[in-house]
């Protein structure tokens, strides 16, 4: 099973119109559109599709997060964060279009995000990231893109997995989250493919 992208190569920059930031003083808002995204060679048993799309580079503590005069070094532990979890999507379903399941940032986040007939899309995240958040605070489901510190030392990778299944839909409600996703596949998943997108909103890190 192949997974590919028109948006970016494997391997090789997002660009800044599918992160939910980009570059600006230090930071501004970005299109947080959803990248496209096409398979093909899935097994032939498949009855349904998950996507999923995790940075495993996130900083474990926030201490320096943001912080000016301040870097978050590079050797941080770090820990994932979740930018998209879509599942039952249809074995017929073999592409995305760019800006498909998002299209703009949306304050308190997607509540029916947009995807193929039949999926269910988990929260993301950008959840606990603006809980308290007067402004922004709220539940994130679907596609919410790339905005990692500003002034982080180390570049984020963005992993999209695509996964095969055995069952044409998961037992899964909207909202929900990764660990309930990775249950309900136990057992389940055929196949996987993935595509590595790299992001930094840094401008002394590369990519």
Same mark, same amino acid.
């Given at each position: 099973m192949h997974l590919r992208s028109d948006s970016f190569d494997? =391997?090789?920059?997002?660009?800044?119109?599918?992160?939910? =930031?980009?570059?600006g003083d230090p930071v &501004?808002?970005?299109d947080n559109r959803s990248p496209h995204l096409?398979?093909?060679?899935? #097994?032939? &048993?498949?009855?349904?599709?998950?996507?999923?799309?995790?940075?495993?580079d996130v900083p474990s503590r926030g201490d320096d997060v943001n912080q000016p005069g301040r870097t978050?070094? &590079?050797d941080l532990p770090r820990v994932e964060f979740v930018h998209w979890l879509m599942a039952n999507i249809p074995?017929?379903? =073999?592409?995305?279009?760019? =800006? &498909?399941?998002?299209d703009g940032i949306t304050a308190r986040g997607k509540r029916a995000p947009f995807g193929p007939p039949g999926s269910v899309q988990g929260v993301n995240d950008y959840t606990g990231w603006f809980a308290g958040d007067a402004e922004m605070g709220g539940e994130y489901r679907g596609y919410d893109g790339p905005c990692p510190p500003w002034n982080d030392?180390?570049?984020?990778?963005?992993?999209?997995?695509?996964?095969?299944l055995d069952v044409a839909a $998961? #037992? $899964?409600?909207?909202?929900?989250? $990764?660990?309930? $996703?990775?249950?309900a596949m136990a057992g389940h998943v055929l196949a996987e493919a993935e595509l590595v997108g790299s992001y930094s909103l840094n401008p002394a890190v590369a990519g």
């Open positions: 494997n =391997g090789q920059p997002i660009p800044a119109e599918f992160a939910f =930031g980009q570059r &501004a808002l970005s096409a398979w093909q060679n899935a #097994p032939s &048993a498949t009855r349904s599709f998950v996507l999923t799309c995790i940075d495993p978050v070094p &590079a074995a017929e379903c =073999g592409e995305l279009a760019a =800006g &498909a399941c998002s030392a180390r570049l984020h990778h963005y992993h999209f997995k695509l996964h095969a $998961l #037992p $899964l409600a909207g909202g929900f989250s $990764l660990a309930e $996703l990775r249950a």
